[in-house]
Nanobody, 129 residues
Framework: VQLQASGGGLVQAGGSLRLSCEAS???????????VGWFRQAPGKEREFVAG????????AYADSVKGRFTISTDASKITVTLQMNRLNPEDTAVYYC????????????????????WGQGTLVTVSS
């Protein structure tokens, strides 16, 4: 199972970026019944939770630092999970990772790194001031 995160880049403060996460693998072609999360790791800092979606896709959670600015969503086919990031600021600069798991509560959002089974390789987001 592999996750591919894309969409990172350089943007000015106040701008927007849209990250995408796609899955591939013999038994993992869509995110149906998988909880998905986005994490980020800034230079010299620990990886932290940013946003997550439950396996049911009916529950969502966000870090306080991104609430109201970031939105996690999936398409109807659940092939792609996106993270829409608006009003970016330099503190959002980090490598962003998508992660997925088939574990955990159906209507709950996993926020811990150890909750997730599968990880993408990360995509770099740089916000200039």
């Amino acid at each position: 199972v592999q996750l591919q995160a894309s969409g990172g880049g350089l943007v000015q403060a106040g701008g927007s970026l849209r990250l995408s996460c796609e899955a591939s693998g013999l038994t993992f072609r869509t995110f149906s019944d998988y909880a998905v999360g986005w994490f980020r790791q800034a230079p010299g800092k620990e990886r932290e939770f940013v946003a997550g979606m439950s396996r049911s896709t009916r529950a969502y959670a966000y870090a306080d630092s991104v609430k109201g600015r970031f939105t996690i969503s999936t398409d109807a086919s659940k092939i792609t999970v996106t993270l829409q990031m608006n009003r970016l600021n330099p503190e959002d600069t980090a490598v962003y990772y998508c992660a997925a798991t088939a574990r955990g509560p159906y209507n709950g959002v996993n926020k811990r790194i150890l909750d997730y089974q599968y990880w993408g390789q990360g995509t770099l987001v740089t916000v200039s001031s």
